[in-house]
Antibody, heavy 118, light 108 residues
């Protein structure tokens, strides 16, 4: 069965960095787009970034562009999000999700909490 | 940038039909997808490409999309349907994924 397991969340000071990982299993990882989507406490869903199956196409939300970098290692069935220059407003649960082309998300991980606070 | 507008909350009596709307400029020309999220859980896809149900989603869930409004319809609402529901589209003009603000469904 499809499984997505995020890790790497935690408490970080403003201006700091964090790298999230998402381990995928149960499907051919290299065939699918992948995305990061976040949810601030008590708020709605916010798309962060997505990467095509080969990694050749990448898009970012305006709120994270220039600070976050998405990447993937198809040999390791893993998705990553490098987050730099973190701000308090980046505090959220970060989900990785499998994308069907650049359209819908059919499987989601359980999320990892990132807290940016001094 | 493209925006999706959802009502903050919708209430429905047990066993009745709930309709959750998602408004956007000419949204009928886009593919709309819907997610259900229960407290403390990850979102679950319930409708994709306007009106298609993934395997395992009850037939009580249906969707439509026309003009400036997409609608998620939940027939014979059950207590277990209480959740937040989000619509989502792909905005090709900006290459961005867009989510609606979410609607809290209460089953009375």
């Amino acid at each position: 069965q499809v499984q997505l397991v995020e890790s790497g969340g935690g408490l970080v000071k403003p201006g700091g960095s964090l790298r999230l990982s998402c381990a995928a299993s149960g499907f051919t990882f290299s065939d699918y787009y992948m995305s990061w989507i976040r949810q601030a406490p008590g708020k709605g869903l916010e798309w962060v970034s997505y990467i095509s199956s080969s990694g050749s196409t990448i898009y970012y939300a305006d709120s994270v562009k220039g600070r976050f970098t998405i990447s993937r290692d198809n040999a390791k069935n893993s998705l990553y999000l490098q987050m730099n220059s973190l701000r308090a407003e980046d505090t959220a649960v970060y989900y990785c999700a499998r994308g069907y082309s650049s359209s819908w998300f059919d499987y989601w991980g359980q999320g990892t909490l990132v807290t940016v606070s001094s | 940038s493209y925006e999706l507008t959802q009502p903050l909350s919708v209430s429905v009596a047990l066993g009745q039909t709930a309709r959750i709307t998602c408004g956007g400029n000419n949204i009928g020309s886009k593919n709309v997808h819907w997610y259900q999220q229960k407290p403390g859980q990850a979102p679950v896809l319930v409708i994709y490409r306007d009106s298609n149900r993934p395997s395992g989603i009850p037939e009580r869930f249906s969707g439509s999309n026309s003009g400036n409004t997409a609608t998620l319809t939940i027939s014979r609402a059950q207590a277990g349907d209480e959740a937040d529901y989000y619509c989502q589209v792909w905005d090709s003009s900006t290459a961005h994924v867009v989510f609606g603000g979410g609607t809290k469904l209460t089953v009375l």
